[in-house]
């Protein structure tokens, strides 16, 4: 899924963004890239998320380093995310099983330091929508996870999460399969029950997405192919 796309449910309005980073020039190469979507402003930017954050507490999207002063930050992700913030994880560490740590610690999405403009800018405008946005290098971490311990999901479960995945809300996504919106939200908590049963908690959209594609129940392809017939739909985080 491209910007282009991301752009039929974010509309015209302003996507702030802050920016956490130690290294200035990351910071400011990542500024030049948001700057040339109109529909992203830099609110704020810094080595610090509290300050980043005091100096921009509306920002739509947290784009954090993991590793801030030579630690990853980790347990600042988690805060951030318990919180109620949109974190894109942007690191050079792209080995899946970090990748898959800030997944599991509530990041939206995880983008990796060598990936360029096009997929920094539609992964921040997905994250604002609350739309799942799977760039190359998270792919590759997410299937290739070996872990074995995959919980059964029914056919309706895997088929009302791969279209709420598709950027449907849960009452699209009720049309689409002809229940109820109050069945949808029980196929999709079952879902994260069975995950937790089987010890990889889902708590996030965003974690719920890489274990269906861990496991083979989703591919990444898959996620934009209703792009067409669900772009109307607002989506539901």
């Known amino acids: 899924m491209g910007a282009d796309a991301v752009a039929e449910v974010t509309g015209d309005r302003t996507i702030g963004v802050a920016i956490v980073d130690d290294h200035p020039v990351v910071i400011e190469g990542v500024r030049v890239w948001l700057a040339a979507e109109p529909r992203l402003r830099v609110l704020a930017t810094g080595d610090d998320p509290d300050v980043v954050l005091r100096a921009a507490p509306a920002a739509d999207v947290v784009m954090l380093d993991l590793r801030l002063h030579g630690r990853l930050a980790l347990d600042k992700l988690a805060e951030l995310s318990a919180a109620g913030r949109r974190v894109v ?86 049309r689409r399969m002809r229940i109820s919106e109050h069945t949808v939200k029980q196929y999709v908590d079952r879902a994260r029950i069975k995950y937790t049963r089987a010890g990889r908690p889902a708590a996030t959209k965003a974690a719920l997405l890489a274990r269906a594609i861990e496991d083979g129940l989703v591919r990444p392809e898959e996620i934009g192919t209703y792009q067409s017939r669900a772009s109307y739909d607002r989506p539901t985080p």
Request: charged share 20%; net charge negative; proline share 8%.
């Open 89 to 174: 994880v942007y690191s050079e560490h792209s080995d899946p099983q970090t990748m898959l740590a800030a997944l599991d610690a509530g990041a939206v999405a995880f983008l990796a330091k060598h990936e360029g403009r096009e997929h920094c800018v539609a992964t921040v405008l997905a994250a604002a929508s609350d739309r799942p946005y799977v760039p190359p290098a998270l792919a590759g971490a997410i299937v290739g996870d070996p872990r074995p311990d995959r919980p059964a999901l029914s056919d309706k479960e895997r088929e009302a999460l791969l279209l709420w995945f598709q950027s449907m809300s849960k009452a699209s996504v009720a």
